[in-house]
Nanobody
C-alpha cells in the first residue's frame, strides 16, 4: 500500500505562485506515471499534469506555460510549481501514482486564488 501526502496548498492572490509537493511512502521510480489532478466545487476531477517514469511530461491546455511538474526520485516526491495563478485555478489538488496494477491517490490540498 502506497500513501501519498500532498502539501503546499494555500491562499494566494491572482498572479501569485505556489509549489505543491507530493511525498510517496513507496518508490516512485517504478510508477508508470505520477500526476496532479484538481477538482473545483461542482466540477469533475481533471488532469492538470503528469510525468512518466521516463520523465516525459504532459499538461492540460489550461496550465501550459504556467505550471511545471517535476519529480525527485531520490526523495520519492513529485512537485507542481504553479505560477501566474488565476481565480479559475481554485480547487482541491490531488496527487496520483499509477503503477502497473494499482493506482493510489492522496487526500488533496486546497488551493484558493483570489482576484
Amino acid at each position: 500500500q502506497v500513501q501519498l501526502v500532498e502539501s503546499g496548498g494555500g491562499s494566494v492572490q491572482a498572479g501569485g505562485s505556489l509549489r505543491l509537493s507530493c511525498a510517496s511512502s513507496g518508490s516512485i521510480v517504478i510508477a508508470k506515471t505520477m500526476g496532479w489532478y484538481r477538482q473545483a466545487p461542482g466540477k469533475q476531477r481533471e488532469l492538470v499534469a503528469d510525468i512518466s517514469s521516463g520523465g516525459r511530461t504532459n499538461y492540460a491546455d489550461f496550465v501550459k506555460g504556467r505550471f511545471t511538474i517535476s519529480r525527485d526520485n531520490a526523495k520519492n516526491t513529485v512537485y507542481l510549481q504553479m505560477n501566474s495563478l488565476e481565480p479559475e485555478d481554485t480547487a482541491v489538488y490531488y496527487c496520483a501514482a499509477e503503477y502497473i496494477i494499482e493506482e493510489y491517490w492522496g487526500q488533496g490540498t486546497q488551493v484558493t486564488v483570489s482576484s
